[in-house]
């Protein structure tokens, strides 16, 4: 996302960038409260000796910290109150809704507990506190003390916690928001962006649900707040009205003269991830772990494991018909089922326990990996801009999918809010090239490699691009707007030396270096230009990033993990191939300055072009990686290297959903600390690269994190509109045109906007935006995984087991079929094919008992051997030339190593 996009947003207020939710329009008619009083704590719940320390205000809970913090975090948002209670109510099915709220009501106050009362047309309505050890309880009172029966259409909760780090005077005195709204099994969590524990874990009792959720001021003039609906009707009808896609189940509630009715929620510390799961289980909620991923190809299957207090009695489907639930026997305490999906698109999962509760988990159905990179390639180069006379002759351009139109310079939706860089340069016009050319280095197609020469010799060398007979070699330009830089008669930093925004340049490096491997690797496949100018030109964009904008701006590109960039030590590695060994030595010197950089303690993580942001995972995994493989040749030592490991995974973890089984969120990267903006962007997929990686090379226990990162580098898939005739050719925008299209995000709120200002209902953009970065991230993670889960039994990530025992049969489906993971009970092996890969529909077998892999294998080029690496556990990479049959057979020895 672009400097002055980001800049505009924060002009329009530092949340709305981010907003998923915007005021609902049944607030309208409430009556006007006061503010929230200045902070301060007229009283105390508990002492310094509780778990929590507590201050209250009106009725609320205005502080709420854990007892002896080190770090003394405040989860309340500093002046608001946490603890009122919100609804709307009618006495007759034809009157108007009218408002209730505890805010301004009658307060109790006692030793350990606070309540507060408010009553309108004989409804009461009661929220308290209670203090009870270790635990605090949140109890929703609601009694009809009227002669006829009351309808309750909406009851919410506001959540005032102190999430903005764009406000918050350090990072640790704010709090990432977690959240699954999901009906009974619903929980909320928040934790600090150093992962440090404990966590503030909220769980709603067993009569308790939650059902919506939105992001709105409780009443007109107070700052607006993520807020939890047990009940409603009213607010998800009304948005129904208005377009929106919300699926879960809503629901009013009706009292009965004289009836209550009481919901209960229970606040505690929680240490960790693990010991979330474990009180999640405890309290009669569903922990859910599966594999491999709630986005889910129709090719695979989703093991499903689920641990509760409370047995889950059974599953049901929201598309019956189509859905395989297959029964496992249980494991580790879990209940296990084999779910198979053959409907396109969202799929709900209802998970029944005593009681009628119920709990849903959303998952998507897409099609098969190979089937989505080919179509998106295929669009990619199909949406060229191919008329000669234009100066954007070359441009992969943005589609719009809600209009079926091809946006460029001369018509880039402008009226709705979308900007020129947006469709030629910026992540956004710099992504599509940067896929295409890594797609194309992995499954070549003439056409699309004959659309990437295009955009390089007519739209990006001597255009977007200098070339080395300018003043600034293989510079780029920048934004709004680099034809009219380029044409500018400014000769200065904002007119034709505006080369200094360092994060285009990984993109175009990128492009270059998939250039270069389809012209190494697969001769077959005609290039324009031979290897060693696309890999000259790859080296020249990388030194121009870590030298030009320091010259022209000051801007340090050591500072700050740039898209794509984890790149260059395999650029390295193909310049010292090439004899290219001063080249080699001089990139590697601003790779191993960066990696300095961020192994120091100070330097943030989450700095970029505003003050909290997710996009730097993948390129900070990367610099831990050669930090910590080879800390000599990088500067640093092997103390610091790993602590700068393990702060970046945190990190990482930090930002992602993982608790939160719902295929919008699991793997997702969240942005700002709600959690409430768009999810599924680019860097769930990058990011989710990262913690593969850290998974099978630093991890002592993988499989955790095994489980996250494959959903994670599958989640963002859920966003290409592709399908076959019979699914309409897509799921969020059908029709023959959009099939193999692209959403840059998904927006998870019932209604509001998105970071440019227009209207969404719920679902994924019409725009492409940055998502194609995401993609190329997919295809650097694409590997096949045996594992032996503690959990799960034996999984097959990427593929279908088709022989379960001391010989392992299947059938690789990770989109790329390069790369193999052993991850069994006996030990760890990995392999990476570098000339061929593992052929289609063919069976893979190996033999752990012998350590022998035997497969057939497609070469890039006629030969009878294949050229592959190959480490034993965790133990050096070794170089290896491995013999083929006439029918592409081959054997590799791949013995387990701990």
């Avoid at 500093?78 to 408002?99: I, V, Y």
Wanted: with cysteine; net charge neutral; hydrophobic share 40%.
């Amino acid at each position: 996302m672009a400097m002055e996009g980001r800049r505009r947003a924060i002009r329009l207020g530092r949340r709305a960038l981010l907003r998923a939710g915007v005021a609902l329009p049944l607030l309208a008619a409430a009556p006007a409260t006061p503010p929230p009083p200045a902070r301060r704590i007229s009283a105390r719940l508990g002492g310094r000796g509780d778990a929590f320390r507590l201050g209250c205000h009106g009725g609320a809970l205005t502080s709420l910290r854990f007892a002896g913090d080190r770090y003394e975090t405040d989860y309340v948002r500093p002046g608001a109150g946490l603890g009122h209670a919100h609804l709307r109510f009618r006495r007759g099915a034809g009157e108007a809704w009218r408002p209730l709220s505890t805010r301004g009501g009658a307060v109790t106050l006692r030793p350990g507990a606070l309540r507060v009362t408010a009553a309108a047309d004989g409804l009461a309505l009661a929220s308290a506190w209670r203090l009870e050890g270790a635990t605090l309880r949140w109890t929703i009172t609601l009694a009809n003390q009227g002669a006829d029966p009351v309808e309750i259409g909406d009851l919410f909760l506001p959540m005032p916690m102190a999430t903005d780090f764009a406000q918050a005077p350090s990072p640790l005195a704010a709090v990432m928001k977690h959240s699954f709204v999901s009906g009974h099994g619903s929980h909320i969590f928040w934790m600090r962006s150093n992962s440090a524990g404990p966590y503030l874990l909220l769980l709603p009792e067993r009569d308790t649900a939650l059902e919506y959720w939105s992001v709105q001021p409780a009443a007109p003039g107070e700052t607006e707040s993520w807020c939890a609906y047990l009940h409603a009707a009213a607010a998800e009808g009304e948005a129904r009205a208005g377009g929106t896609r919300w699926r879960l189940p809503v629901s009013a509630l009706t009292l009965a003269p004289g009836a209550r009715r009481r919901y209960g929620f229970r606040l505690q510390w929680v240490a960790d991830y693990a010991a979330a799961r474990a009180a999640i289980a405890e309290a009669g909620l569903i922990d859910v772990e599966l594999a491999p991923g709630m986005t889910i190809p129709r090719d695979l299957e989703v093991e499903l494991a689920l641990r509760s207090a409370d047995p889950i009695a059974a599953i049901t489907a929201e598309h019956a018909g189509s859905t395989r639930i297959t029964p496992l026997p249980p494991r580790a305490g879990y209940q296990r089922y084999r779910i198979g999906f053959a409907r396109l698109g969202e799929n709900r999962l209802t998970l029944h326990q005593s009681g009628g509760r119920a709990t849903h988990l959303e998952f998507f159905a897409t099609e098969p990996l190979e089937t989505m990179i080919a179509k998106r390639g295929a669009f990619l180069a199909a949406h060229q801009h191919r008329d000669p006379t234009r100066w954007y002759y070359g441009l992969l351009g943005e589609w719009a999918m809600d209009r079926q139109r091809l946006l460029g310079p001369d018509d880039y939706d402008r009226i709705r809010g979308w900007r020129i860089y947006e469709v030629t340069c910026d992540d956004p016009g710099l992504a599509k090239p940067a896929f295409l050319a890594t797609k194309n280095a992995e499954h070549p197609v003439a056409a699309e490699v004959a659309a990437l020469d295009l955009y390089i010799d007519h739209f990006l060398w001597g255009g977007l691009q200098q070339t080395e007979a300018e003043p600034y070699p293989f510079a780029l330009y920048g934004i709004p707007d680099w034809k009219q830089l380029r044409d500018s008669a400014d000769p200065g930093p904002k007119g034709r030396s505006h080369v200094w925004r360092p994060y285009d340049y990984p993109h175009i490096m990128v492009l270059y270096f998939g250039m270069y491997r389809i012209a190494r690797d697969h001769p077959g496949i005609a290039t324009r230009h031979p290897a060693s100018l696309y890999l000259a030109r790859a080296y020249g964009t990388a030194m121009a990033m870590f030298s030009v904008p320091l010259r022209l701006a000051d801007w340090s590109a050591y500072r700050t993990g740039f898209y794509n960039e984890c790149v260059i030590p395999e650029l390295v590695a193909a310049l010292e191939a090439a004899g290219q060994t001063r080249e080699a030595a001089a990139l590697e010197a601003h790779w191993a300055r960066k990696v300095r950089t961020f192994a120091s303690p100070d330097t943030d993580l989450f700095g970029s072009e505003y003050p909290f942001d997710s996009t730097g995972f993948e390129s900070t995994q990367a610099l831990a990686r050669a930090a910590v493989d080879r800390p000599a040749a990088m500067g640093v030592t092997p103390a610091a290297a790993r602590a700068f490991r393990d702060r970046q995974i945190a990190a990482n973890l930090f930002c992602r959903g993982w608790l939160e089984p719902a295929y919008y969120y699991l793997g997702s990267d969240y942005r700002a600390g709600a959690g409430d903006s768009y999810t599924l962007t680019y860097m769930a997929q990058m990011g989710g690269w990262a913690v593969l990686d850290y998974a099978l090379n630093d991890a002592e226990d993988p499989h955790a994190l095994l489980r996250l990162g494959y959903a994670s580098q599958l989640s963002a898939w859920a966003l290409l509109n592709s399908g076959a005739a019979a699914d309409g050719h897509g799921y969020w925008y059908p029709g023959a045109g959009n099939d193999g299209a692209a959403a840059g995000g998904f927006e998870p709120a019932p209604f509001g906007t998105t970071w440019l200002g227009q209207p969404h209902h719920r679902g994924a953009w019409y725009y492409a935006c940055e998502i194609d970065l995401g993609f190329t991230g997919a295809l650097r993670a694409a590997r096949t995984i045996l594992a032996d889960d503690p959990i799960l039994g034996r999984l097959c990530y990427g593929g279908a087991l088709a022989a379960d025992g001391p010989a392992l049969d299947w059938r690789p489906s990770d989109g790329v079929r390069r790369r193999l993971a052993l991850r069994l009970a006996d030990g760890g092996a990995d392999l990476r094919l570098l000339d061929a890969r593992f052929a289609a529909d063919r069976l893979v077998r190996y033999d752990s008992a012998r350590g022998q892999l035997d497969f057939i294998a497609e070469r890039f080029a006629p030969g009878t051997s294949l050229r592959a690496e190959r480490r034993c556990g965790r133990g050096p990479w070794q170089a290896c030339e491995v013999p083929i049959d006439a029918r592409g057979g081959a054997s590799i020895d791949l013995p387990l190593g701990a």
